[in-house]
């Protein structure tokens, strides 16, 4: 359900407003059209909807419930809730945001049952807490050095790699296996950003983060990845 | 190779990797941001270290989601078959 590298390459987003998320206009919702053949009963456009969003439903219902299982009863509930309430829906939103508010109302609220012991808030002001350098200190030149915090080692060019390197299956394995030891709130936060393609401000208004834990989130996640692909294409690239 | 000529003394290579990320994503203030790009433009080092910040970007765009089990589906699309005739 990845939307594939072209999301990725989309401009910067700017950073987590209100004011962005209030002036949108609805008519760019990119599921407009899917909205419409949805409210004439289309069955491939529900399908086509089911298999955009579920994969991303599930990760994102697992950050308030206990466990896989509840999760996937959640996503299934929001489904049905989606079915009755696409006559009703207004479109002050789009669609995406609609779903994804009621599934996290409905995770949120089975979380609060299951006395989960640990919020997502909580996990995530953890994650984005404290120091972790993004490199490790030992890459760069020490007091003694000519030139003290600057590169002793530089990084490789992967751009000399050709794509079918870069995104072969191999190496997808690599970064999926990455993005899975990341804590919690990281992992959720490169998730939607770098494999969906989800701007910062839907991202902070989905997790209830700030602009800036949000982007502590991202840099921690990527700098991780960066580090694990690193050290797996190692040999192959020559550095700078 | 002199290090000297390649990395500005005003930014050090351990701190703009800090910055990247609100680098790229357009998170810093006007003269911050320039203050990178001019580093970045003599610093080999930092410039290939952004660029594998941006292919991580990429490459995790295309990871690929768990598939829907097709029993899920199925029962998914009974519903709306169910509502829409319903609603009809």
């Given at each position: 359900?990845?939307?594939g ?16 998320t ?157 993005i ?22 839907e ?12 982007r ?16 797996y ?7 700078v | ?64 989601g ?23």
């Amino acid at each position: 359900m990845a939307l594939g590298a072209v999301a990725a390459w989309r401009p910067p987003a700017r950073r987590c407003s209100v004011a962005r998320t209030v002036a949108t206009p609805v008519s760019v919702d990119p599921d407009a059209e899917l909205l419409a053949r949805l409210r004439s009963g289309d069955e491939h456009a529900f399908r086509m909807l089911v298999e955009r969003y579920s994969a991303t439903m599930l990760h994102v219902a697992r950050l308030h419930v206990r466990d896989r299982q509840a999760a996937e009863e959640v996503v299934q509930e929001t489904w049905l809730a989606v079915i009755r309430g696409l006559e009703r829906f207004e479109e002050r939103s789009t669609l995406k945001t609609w779903l994804f508010r009621i599934l996290t109302n409905r995770a949120k609220t089975r979380g609060v049952s299951e006395a989960r012991s640990v919020p997502f808030s909580s996990v995530a002001a953890a994650d984005a807490a404290g120091d972790q350098p993004a490199v490790d200190a030992g890459r760069f030149q020490g007091p003694g050095d000519p030139y003290p915090n600057h590169w002793s080692a530089a990084p490789a060019r992967w751009e000399t790699l050709p794509d079918e390197r870069l995104l072969s299956q191999e190496t997808l394995r690599h970064i999926a296996d990455a993005i899975e030891r990341l804590p919690t709130a990281q992992r959720a936060v490169i998730r939607l950003r770098d494999v969906e393609g989800w701007d910062a401000d839907e991202v902070c208004e989905l997790l209830g983060l700030t602009g800036v834990n949000q982007r502590v989130l991202l840099h921690r996640a990527r700098s991780k990845v960066r580090g694990a692909l690193e050290r797996y294409l190692g040999d192959e690239v020559m550095p700078v | 190779m002199s290090l000297l000529h390649r990395t500005p003394r005003d930014l050090a290579c351990i701190e703009l990797v800090e910055l990247v990320t609100d680098y790229l994503e357009g998170a810093l203030p006007a003269r911050r941001q320039r203050a990178i790009e001019h580093h970045l433009a003599q610093c080999d080092g930092c410039a290939a270290y952004v660029e594998q910040m941006r292919e991580t970007r990429r490459m995790a765009g295309a990871l690929r989601g768990e598939d829907v089990p097709d029993a899920a589906v199925d029962a998914l699309l009974a519903a709306f078959r169910a509502q829409h005739a319903n609603d009809a």
